[in-house]
């Protein structure tokens, strides 16, 4: 019996492997119905988002030998908007963001970096600001901390308390789960420093990052150290 019952643990393990779709990136259970529902779902309506046919009118701020990034202003045509808009959708589901609007539509600019397969793999949306709170490194957790000593732990966490003078905030940056790690990310700041005021090129400290999750964290502290 003892034998019987370990196979049936084994085959119930097995059976909530996980599987990461090679195309859309969804982690799922392909053995569970709902699972696999719920995928054949996000699939389509995922690749669609970020399908890129190319327009009459790109506005191509950087060119690389793995893609480009497009520059999206919210007075351009409503096909350039909504593809700007549907992939910023997908960012904010992933980041799990409540609110659907942005502080200032009328003023964000979006950068999509558009991949040799015709693919939107990666999203900047930037914005002007007066000032921001630089994203600070985490500071080590010790056993002898008071209340107080973590609360102010928790709010560096993700930034200083004194906000600093920035031009530019960065108020979404999410890149396709499947093609991180490729410096994605890092290129569409690159271009944002060069392009987001005609002329002038910004610097790291000009930059700033608003709630940035722990990815973004990440990413942030060894940006700005480099
Ligand atoms: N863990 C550790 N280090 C990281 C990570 C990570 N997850 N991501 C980036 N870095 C560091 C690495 O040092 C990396 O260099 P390396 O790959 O040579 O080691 C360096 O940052 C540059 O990384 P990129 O390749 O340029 O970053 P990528 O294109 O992978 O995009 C991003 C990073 C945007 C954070 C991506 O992981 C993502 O989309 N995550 C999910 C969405 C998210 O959390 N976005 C940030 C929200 S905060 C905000 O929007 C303001
Ligand atoms: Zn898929």
Redesign the pocket.
């Known amino acids: 019996a003892e034998a019987d019952n370990q196979l049936i643990i084994d085959a119930g393990q097995k059976q909530f492997g996980a599987t990461t779709c090679g195309s859309c990136g969804m982690i799922y259970s392909a053995d569970s119905l709902e699972d696999n529902l719920q995928h054949t779902q996000f699939h389509q309506r995922f690749l669609d988002s970020i399908k890129f046919v190319g327009w009459k009118k790109e506005r191509v701020v950087a060119e690389f030998w793995d893609g480009k990034i497009i520059l999206v202003l919210p007075d351009d045509p409503k096909y350039a908007v909504k593809k700007a808009e549907d992939v910023r959708r997908l ?1 904010d589901n ?2 799990g963001f409540q609110q659907l609007s942005l502080s200032c539509p009328s003023q964000a600019k979006t950068y999509l970096f558009v991949n040799s397969d015709r693919m939107v793999v ?1 999203c900047l949306i930037a914005e002007h600001i007066r000032q921001g709170f630089r994203v600070l490194e985490q500071k080590e957790l010790t056993k002898d901390m008071t209340k107080e000593d973590f609360m102010e732990h928790h709010r560096a966490w993700c930034c200083s308390t004194t906000p600093e003078k920035a031009i530019c905030g ?6 396709f ?1 499947l ?9 569409m700041l690159d271009t944002v420093r060069n392009s987001f005021i005609y002329g002038s090129h910004l610097t790291k400290e000009e930059i700033a ?8 964290k ?2 942030a502290t ?2 700005c150290e480099t």
């Open positions: 960012a992933e980041l990666g960065v108020s979404r940056i999410w890149v789960s093609a991180r790690r490729k410096g994605i990310a890092t290129r990052f608003s709630d940035p999750t722990p990815d973004g990440l990413f060894k940006y």
